[in-house]
């Protein structure tokens, strides 16, 4: 999990204490090597902290660049084919996929290369020919680039904190907060809450010229684009077995590209999703152990978890967590995020990559994405799908029952990308399925994308981890977004095999069907921490909760949304009035 950082001062010599203090910021996602050099006289600097997982490094303190010395590049990402892009770039040899990427930049148009790569990326380079900057992160939404740029800087980096350390703009975008109330998660569609910071939109690749000081973008890959009829009807007339069969074997093979060369640890829970996934890894030699977090009496797998052994080889290790465990580790969290928590099971993530980096590993596997792509959350199951409404998933659509009369960014850009995967499928399945299939593509680029893995992006970055998910592969993604919605949703089927039904056969097919358990609920202990506040913090919460029910139902979601907040606000910023984000419209 590299860091990236680039500065750009539109006005004069860049300030290079800031600078420093911005890079130290990206550190910890890549602690084996510093790379960083200053361009344009001191106007432009770029930095790359190195987290080594493929090849060797290079020698020096300077950035990689290309063979004819024209490219420069920050780069955080594995290119599983890179191998296979040689010719592309003109090469016979090279150490590792960053050496290859920068060497595409010679003798391949920018705008093809990011759909040449197969993995997961996120790169800046600098053309010292023609002074221009090219960006881009992968099409299905793993690594993350946040840019933000006014009249004074260009800046563009892997995490928000560095921004904010040179920039010192904290200005909130407080509708950003007011929206999470009318959405199921806080969700960073391409903005974040920060008035000033946005995200690269995956599928697009930027150019930033500086001598006009124009950004511009191009989409070089639209998933929407992937939705197939040919590939739709084929699944339709398959049977069951060939359709296990068929998707068991894209999921293995694109575990397989994956495998690592450094040991690595998988996470388990004893669900559907990272069972499969630690049994496809399980005889790797690298892998060192399954890894579960025990929520005790939350979670109803905890105690029937050691049936699984009879299954898989590797040592299941186990972190206990409790209420207290859980609120010791909120300030660590929010702090080294910056933001309010996306999700609510971020301090059992945050530990499973402390064990991860204190067992000397530096690549962890994960299976989330999984519930929208295939269809697993309990809620699809009671959705009114006949809904007339525009998206009627309770994930990536919006409730607009707080924020009635503002048109959100995340509202018309969900809306959006939902209507445009809709009517893909409706011109070849019904129309209900067509909605359903349309929220289940958008649960996964709009919600999955902009919580999920932006939270695990960050988070295992501040732990020097890198995070590996073969089911999120666009290779994968490319089948699953077609496969009939029966193999997804299918309430006429037994209650245990409604939700997911594909996974769960080629679950039951590694495993046995004794085995498929109910999915646990919130995970973690959000709710519960509030008791372990102080006195006056305790006293504060209970006003403001008073005060916050003349204005909306404080059910137990909602007590997390404004809790949360509240944290944010104590741990990371006075400047936030949490009343005026749920005021009346």
């Not at 008073?546 to 007590?559: A, P």
Request: charged letters at 30%; one cysteine or more; proline letters at 2%.
């Amino acid at each position: 999990m590299c860091g990236i950082i680039l500065i750009l001062s539109k006005k004069g010599k860049l300030n290079k204490k800031l600078c420093n203090l911005a890079y130290n910021e990206i550190k910890k996602r890549g602690p084996d090597k510093s790379l960083k050099q200053y361009f344009l006289k001191d106007r432009l600097f770029i930095g790359n902290s190195i987290l080594s997982i493929i090849g060797k490094i290079k020698p020096g303190k300077d950035l990689y660049k290309s063979r004819n010395n024209k490219h420069y590049i920050a780069y955080n990402g594995e290119i599983y084919n890179y191998k296979k892009l040689l010719n592309f770039a003109g090469l016979k040899h090279v150490n590792n996929d960053t050496e290859l990427l920068v060497n595409l930049f010679s003798n391949t148009s920018e705008k093809k290369i990011p759909k040449l790569l197969d993995g997961m990326f996120a790169y800046c380079t600098f053309n010292k020919k023609n002074n221009t900057i090219s960006l881009a992160t992968d099409v299905q939404g793993e690594r993350k680039l946040f840019i933000y740029n006014n009249n004074k800087y260009f800046v563009c980096s892997s995490n928000l904190n560095s921004i904010l350390k040179f920039t010192k703009d904290y200005y909130l975008n407080e509708n950003k907060l007011k929206e999470y109330f009318d959405t199921r998660h806080l969700i960073f569609y391409n903005k974040t809450i920060y008035k000033n910071i946005k995200y690269l939109l995956p599928g697009k690749s930027y150019n930033y010229n500086i001598s006009n000081d124009k950004l511009s973008s191009y989409t070089y890959d639209d998933p929407i684009n992937w939705i197939n009829k040919k590939k739709y009807l084929k699944f339709k007339k398959s049977n069951l077995q060939n359709l296990v069969n068929h998707f068991e074997k894209i999921i293995v093979n694109s575990k397989n590209k994956m495998l690592p060369n450094k040991k690595f640890i998988s996470l388990f829970s004893g669900g559907i999703d990272s069972s499969l996934q630690s049994k496809f890894l399980d005889k790797s030699k690298l892998l060192k152990g399954l890894l579960f977090v025990d929520h005790g009496n939350k979670d109803p797998i905890a105690k029937k978890i050691n049936l699984f052994k009879d299954y898989l080889k590797t040592k299941i290790f186990k972190i206990n967590m409790n209420e207290k465990k859980y609120s010791l580790d909120l300030k660590k969290v929010y702090t080294s995020f910056n933001i309010p928590f996306l999700t609510h099971d971020l301090v059992g993530v945050n530990k499973c990559f402390q064990f991860v980096k204190k067992n000397n590993c530096k690549i962890v596997f994960n299976a989330g994405g999984v519930d929208e792509l295939f269809g697993g959350y309990k809620l699809y199951k009671c959705t009114n799908w006949k809904k007339k409404k525009i998206n009627p998933s309770p994930y990536s659509g919006y409730k607009n029952k707080i924020c009635k009369y503002i048109k959100t960014d995340y509202k018309l850009n969900s809306d959006k990308l939902w209507l445009r995967a809709y009517k893909r499928y409706r011109n070849f399945m019904s129309k209900q399925e067509a909605k359903i299939q349309a929220s289940l593509f958008a649960d996964y680029f709009v919600q999955a994308v902009g919580v999920h893995n932006i939270s695990w992006h960050l988070l295992a970055g501040e732990n020097s981890v890198e995070v590996r998910n073969f089911f999120i592969n666009k290779s994968v993604i490319q089948e699953v977004i077609n496969l009939p919605i029966d193999y997804k949703i299918n309430n006429k089927l037994k209650k245990n095999l409604s939700l997911k039904f594909i996974l769960k056969k080629i679950f039951i097919k590694n495993f046995d069907k004794k085995l498929v358990f109910k999915k646990q609920g919130f995970s973690g202990f959000p709710n519960e921490t509030s008791k372990f506040l102080n006195k006056k913090r305790r006293e504060e919460f209970s006003n403001l909760l008073k005060d916050l029910k003349k204005k909306m139902t404080i059910n137990r979601e909602n007590y997390w949304k404004i809790l949360n907040i509240f944290y944010f606000k104590k741990f990371c910023t006075n400047e936030l009035n949490i009343k005026n984000i749920i005021k009346a419209d």
